[in-house]
């Protein structure tokens, strides 16, 4: 008898439950509000595309004209202060003066930097390419003037070597340039560099490169050379023969 109740007890026990009493809580009023916000957060807005989508604007002082050509300036120097050293002495990082004479670290990452800065502004108008030509020759000479007390240095004037030719495919090929790369570029005008080191050595005249001027590879919007030639493609092509 007092085994069988012991086993009933445990048998209650096992299958109790409490039973079902209102509790005071709100949280059963939260969830529907809850469920609602996220709703309506998720509802897609009924309003005119036109008042949504807009092109982003950069503040106006942004772009004035002296603002464009003190960055045109700054980032043509820091290009052509790392190209010439790269392509001329094969020399890779390293320090490049600003135009205030400054000494920063310049390395291929850098120069992908500017380089596609510089293309981009071309390719959506906020430079032309008789002002980026201009800012290249004048900062050109400035480089020059800067690393005048280094015997192996090649000058860039009188804009005829591969160190020149260098820096005018990273800017005016720079749309071209997959992922905005620089190495291609510069090896190329190294071994061009190169094998006229080597030619003057072995007492053979070496003509500055001819086949690879800027109308044939270095105007991504004008692929015919003849039309380059007829003096029918765009300024940077012309500028440049």
Request: a negative charge.
């Amino acid at each position: 008898m007092v085994t069988r109740k012991l086993t009933c007890k445990h048998e209650l026990a096992a299958n109790w439950a409490p039973p079902l009493l209102p509790v005071k809580s709100d949280a059963a009023e939260r969830v529907p509000t809850a469920w609602a916000a996220a709703q309506a957060r998720d509802a897609p807005l009924e309003t005119d595309a036109s008042e949504t989508v807009e092109e982003p604007a950069a503040p106006s002082e942004l772009f004035t004209p002296a603002a464009i050509q003190a960055e045109l300036d700054s980032n043509v120097q820091s290009l052509l202060g790392y190209v010439v050293r790269w392509v001329g002495q094969g020399v890779g990082c390293s320090k490049v003066p600003t135009l205030e004479g400054s000494a920063l670290m310049e390395d291929r990452a850098t120069l992908r930097i500017s380089s596609q800065q510089l293309a981009n502004w071309r390719l959506h108008g906020l430079i032309d390419d008789a002002q980026l030509l201009e800012s290249l020759q004048r900062v050109a000479r400035l480089v020059d003037g800067q690393n005048a007390a280094d015997a192996a240095y090649r000058p860039l004037a009188p804009f005829e070597g591969p160190e020149w030719h260098a820096a005018l495919e990273l800017v005016f090929g720079g749309v071209d340039a997959p992922n905005g790369y620089t190495e291609p570029a510069l090896a190329r005008w190294r071994r061009e560099r190169k094998a006229l080191d080597a030619a003057v050595e072995a007492g053979v005249t070496a003509d500055a490169p001819t086949d690879s001027s800027a109308c044939a590879h270095f105007d991504a919007r004008s692929r015919e050379r003849s039309d380059c030639n007829k003096g029918g493609a765009s300024g940077a092509c012309r500028a440049f023969q």
